[in-house]
C-alpha cells in the first residue's frame, strides 16, 4: 500500500533555495534601532456584572478614588463588580515620537469573566527602566464572550478577557538610540554565520567603491553575526546612506546541514546538505537497502567532449521478514525518505531511524527536536 501524500503532509523534505539572493534589509537589523516593551496595570470600569471582588481590585479601586479626593470608610465593602483589575501591554516602536499612538493589549489578572463592554481608565505604561514611556486609555475591543447558565454550564467562544485598543496609548517621551552617533553603525545579521557576513561585508564594499587592498574598506565583519559600516555622521545623509544600504542585494552562504523534528506533529524537515554515512539499523518488518553505482561516460569517437563519472541510485524496497536498513557510503535522507514512503510507514518510522543514525553517528548534520 502506497501513502507518498499522506506521509508528506506530515514529513515535509525541504530543499535548499540559498542561492536566490536577498536584500541585506531581508536578513540584518541595525544595532540600536529595535522596538521596546512597555507595560502597567490599571482597571477596566463599565462592565455588565462580568468584574470581580478580588482583594487587590478592592485595593486598586480605593486608591484610584482617593487620587479624586473621595474617601471610604476602611469598613465598607464596595460592591464593583463591574470592575476588573488588568495588565498592559504594548510595544514601542524605534522612532516613536511623543504625540503619536500604538496599540494596547489588555488581560484580565484576576477573576473577571469578561471585559466586554469595559473601558480602561488612564494607566501609566513603563519601560524597563521605570520611566514612563506612554499612557493608555479607552474603550475595549473584545472578541470573544461567555455565557452561563444557573446549573453552572458555560459556554466560551475564544478569549473574552483579553481585549485591545487600536490607538489606545499616548506615547510621552521617546526612546533614546544611538542611530545618530559615532561614525558607524553595525549589521547584526538574524542567523549569524561567519561566510554570511563575509559575504554581507564583501558586498557593501563592492557597492560603494571601496578598495580592500589598498586599505580603504566601508563594511568590516566584525564576528558572525555583526559587520560594521562607516557611516556618514550628518543624519539626513546617514538616513540616505541607509536607504540606499538596505536595499543591496547578495547571496548569503547555505545554512547549516539539520534535520528539524516537530515531535507533537510529526513534521520533519530535512535540509539539502544532510547526508548519510554508511551504517545498518534495525526497524519494524521493513528492509531498505540504498547502493550506488559508478558508471563511465565516454564521448564519441569522432564527437568532442570528456569521459566523465556519473552515479546511478538504486533504491530496493522489501516488506520481508528481514529487518534491515542498509546505507552506503553517499546516501541522501532524500532517498531514506522515498524509500520510507514506498513501503506506506509512519512518520514516527523515520523519527525513529533519525534518532537511531545520530546516536550512531551516521547522520552527517544536526538533528533538532523541537
Avoid: W
Avoid at 456584572?49 to 464596595?78: A, C, H, W, Y
Avoid at 544600504?245 to 523534528?261: G, H
Avoid at 536498513?325 to 541522501?332: H, I, L, N, R, V
Amino acid at each position: 500500500m502506497k501513502t507518498f501524500l499522506t506521509f508528506f503532509v506530515t514529513a515535509i523534505l525541504l530543499t535548499s533555495i540559498s542561492c536566490y539572493a536577498q536584500r541585506i534589509k531581508d536578513v540584518a537589523s541595525i544595532q540600536g534601532v529595535r522596538s521596546n516593551q512597555l507595560i502597567g496595570y490599571g482597571l477596566v470600569v463599565g462592565l455588565p456584572g462580568t468584574g470581580e471582588q478580588s482583594p487587590f481590585t478592592e485595593q486598586s479601586f480605593r486608591t484610584m478614588l482617593t487620587n479624586f479626593g473621595i474617601s471610604i470608610d476602611s469598613t465598607v465593602k464596595p460592591k464593583i463588580k463591574n470592575v476588573a483589575a488588568v495588565a498592559v501591554h504594548a510595544e514601542l516602536p524605534a522612532f516613536t515620537k511623543p504625540g503619536q499612538t500604538i496599540d494596547v493589549t489588555v488581560s484580565s489578572v484576576g477573576e473577571a469573566s469578561s471585559l466586554q463592554g469595559g473601558t480602561l481608565l488612564q494607566t501609566f505604561l513603563k519601560g524597563v527602566d521605570g520611566k514612563v514611556y506612554a499612557v493608555a486609555q479607552g474603550s475595549l475591543v473584545v472578541s470573544g464572550f461567555g455565557a452561563e447558565g444557573a446549573d453552572g454550564s458555560r459556554v466560551v467562544v475564544n478569549t473574552p478577557t483579553v481585549g485591545r485598543i487600536p490607538n489606545g496609548a499616548m506615547v510621552e517621551q521617546a526612546v533614546p538610540s544611538g542611530f545618530a552617533s559615532g561614525d558607524s553603525l553595525t549589521l547584526n545579521l538574524h542567523y549569524p554565520d561567519f561566510s554570511t557576513a563575509k559575504r554581507l561585508a564583501d558586498t557593501i564594499n563592492q557597492k560603494l567603491g571601496a578598495q580592500p587592498d589598498q586599505g580603504y574598506v566601508i563594511a568590516t565583519p566584525v564576528d558572525a553575526a555583526s559587520v560594521r559600516v562607516t557611516a556618514p555622521r550628518d543624519i539626513g545623509q546617514r538616513v540616505g546612506f541607509l536607504a540606499t544600504l538596505e536595499n543591496f542585494q547578495f547571496t548569503p552562504a547555505d545554512a547549516p546541514a539539520r534535520v528539524v523534528i516537530n515531535s507533537r506533529t510529526g513534521t520533519i524537515v530535512i535540509g539539502r546538505d544532510v547526508q548519510l554515512l554508511p551504517a545498518a539499523i534495525t526497524h519494524g518488518g521493513l528492509t531498505v537497502t540504498i547502493s550506488e553505482n559508478q558508471q563511465v561516460s565516454q564521448p564519441n569517437a569522432l564527437a568532442e567532449g570528456e569521459t566523465v563519472v556519473t552515479t546511478q541510485s538504486i533504491v530496493d524496497v522489501d516488506l520481508a521478514d528481514s529487518r534491515m536498513f542498509k546505507f552506503e557510503p553517499g546516501t541522501t535522507l532524500d532517498d531514506l525518505v522515498r524509500a520510507v514512503n514506498e513501503v506506506g510507514a509512519a512518520p514516527g518510522d523515520l523519527m525513529a531511524i533519525l534518532e537511531a543514525l545520530r546516536q550512531a553517528g551516521a547522520l552527517r548534520g544536526e538533528l533538532v527536536v523541537i
